[in-house]
């Protein structure tokens, strides 16, 4: 993600008729009870149970992922696979109906578990085809099946539920979730603002791959995630659905609802790019910033490895109250007011540090904004620009009340410093100092090899450090103790 305190030939436009239409058709065990909204209960046909399938010897799951800055943020007791969601949604009113077909693994015995959702209300829910009771309070949506699931078993559980999106806005202002634009809508879920949109295990913990199937009046597009695999219209809706085949953790999912400019190319490894630009928007109008998207594209792989995904490009769209891009996975939200080069090579960066390579937790969020911003230094560097010790030098002038200095980046005091500069740019520095000491090329060597020892994975902070060490070959608690760890400004 970028904000705006942070601080290209055309490719060719392709109709976006033709362009869709030469696609083919196509162990927890601590959860805790809540009072609140009343109980529903779904009327889905159940389907046949297999003998002996009945368990009764589960606990509720954890009701939060216990993650040390949004403990309520995701849930225990299972691990999401595969999410289908079916959405439909009328820009005029506001109105989103949804069906969120969630296939999980229980890691625990579970009498009941919990999913994310907020604002939004439940009409019915299945376990595997038969009526589950549900409990909504707050974001807290319990879902209680009819048979106990047992640890190691798979289950497919279906919600239903339907109104009208609410952001949410934080303590600096900015708003996350389902926004609303002028012309539709787009979603933006970091850390929290997926709940507002669809029911999930909604921690960067859990990953899984989605198909996301969006109806919407004809003559309005729908773009997200991922690869398009149909579109068709009937009635005067029309529908679009998109699938996201490599693992995604739930705040880099989205959805932009409105009228785009679709333009559609292949880098030089053969990637797939479909970018989106509403058409109200007004920028880049000689296609200066995204005629350098194929560049951007071979000189990321170039410093970071194999682009780990199978569909890459840009969404610009804009939403009142929202100053920051968001690396949206396989296709970064950009607002138009700030879509430039610089920021395009941030949020691609993201692509390999925040989505393929995730989070354990929200504290170790300076391994996404750390490298992505250090990646905008190497960007300058290798094109005849400041180079990342320029960068480096210039943030380390800065005097020690600077709130640059504010706190460590590995240790940011609570959930509304995550977005913090001591986050970018400190983190950044921590990775120019990694550079320093092991040298341009085993620098070059090590970061390829960590995003691909962690592709599609998780990593916490101290993952990176003995990562690091292990490469380097000793220790560099120096750097650890002063740069990632320290209070204050460190002194070299």
Known sequence: MIGCVKTSGRLAAVAVAGLLAALPACSESDGRSGGGAGTRTGTDTARTKAPGAVFRGGHPGAAGARDPYFPELGNGGYDVSHYALTLDYDPGSGRLKGTAEITAKATADLSSFNLDLLGLEVRSATVDGRTAQVRQDGQELTVRPSDHLRKGSAFRSVVRYAGTPESITHDHGWREGWLRTDN???????????????????????KASYDITVTVPK?????????????HTSGGRATFHWHQAEPMASHVATVAIGSYDIKTSRTRSGIPVVSAIDTTAGVDEDGAVLG?????MEWAEGRFGPYPFSSAGVIVDQAADVPYALETQTRPTIPAGIFHTTNVVHEMAHQWFGNSVTPRTWRDMWLNEGFA??????WTEDHGGASAQDHFDRNHAKAADDDEWDFPPAEPPSASDISRQPVYVRGAMVVH????????EGFKALVRGWTLSRRHGHASTEDFTSYVEAKAGR??????????????????
């Open 184 to 206: 539709g809508a787009v979603a933006f879920g970091e850390p929290t603002g997926s709940m507002s949109w669809f029911p999930g295990n909604h921690h960067p913990s859990d």
């Open 219 to 231: 003559g309005v597009q729908a773009i997200s995630n991922g690869q398009l695999r149909a579109r």
């Open 292 to 296: 350098r998207f194929p560049e951007v």
């Open 433 to 440: 100092k990694i550079r320093q000491a092991v040298g341009d």
């Open 373 to 378: 911003t250090y990646a905008e230094w190497l």
């Open 475 to 492: 220790d560099l608690d120096a750097i650890w103790d002063s740069w990632l760890y320290g209070d204050g400004k460190p002194s070299s």
